[in-house]
């Protein structure tokens, strides 16, 4: 049987984090963990949230792709996406358009790149407002370049990415769930 790995990919507040859960409650696919040298916040679990790591122990794994933000280290390992395959056939990740290409390059037929978009910014706005996220962050978000790069697909995402409109939660998952019918067959998973 070969694993599959859906990389969910999308500018912020185009549903990433909703996809990745259905993904996980409805059909039992894991998320596959990063690794972080942040300090973890008071909510967060060692090997739940990320694998919590220092400068020492980050540098111990295989990354597929890794990046410095804010003086921290972020990245995510062979070892971690071993580590979900073990739970599940299928895992999943959330990346950026950037990340999401770097897999699709580097593990080939074993992805499947989700691609998510909000036709209305006003929409995305008020999902970043709602999940917490102060007025000038979101300001600032909307205006960085990550934010305006992850909003088009990527034309070397383009031959096999499925894009999905998240403007209507129902909508999205009836083509979510088409895509997990079309692993199932092509991996022989149950």
Do not use: C
């Not at 990320?50 to 122990?57: A, D, I, K, P, R």
Request: charged share 25%; hydrophobic share 35%; aromatic share 8%.
């Amino acid at each position: 049987m070969q694993n599959k790995l859906i990389v969910v990919t999308g500018p912020t507040g185009s549903g990433k984090t909703t996809v990745t859960e259905y993904l996980n409650e409805k059909y039992g696919i894991a998320q596959v963990i990063t690794h972080t040298t942040r300090e973890p916040r008071s909510n967060e679990q060692n090997g739940k949230d990320y694998y919590f790591e220092t400068n020492e122990s980050f540098q111990n794994n295989h990354y597929l792709e890794q990046v410095e933000y804010s003086g921290f280290h972020y990245g995510s390992s062979y070892e971690g996406l071993r580590r979900a395959w073990l739970k599940s056939p299928v895992a999943s990740i959330v990346l950026d358009t950037a990340g999401a290409i770097t897999y699709a390059n580097k593990l080939g037929d074993e992805v499947a790149i989700v691609f998510l978009h909000v036709t209305n910014v006003e929409v995305l706005k008020h999902r970043l407002l709602k999940r917490g996220d102060n007025v000038d962050i979101v300001e600032r978000r909307l205006q960085s370049p990550e934010y305006k790069r992850d909003l088009h697909l990527p034309k070397q995402l383009k031959p096999d990415a499925i894009e999905i409109t998240n403007d209507d939660w129902k909508m999205a998952r009836i083509k979510i769930d088409n895509l997990v019918k079309q692993i199932k067959n092509e991996i022989e998973w149950n």
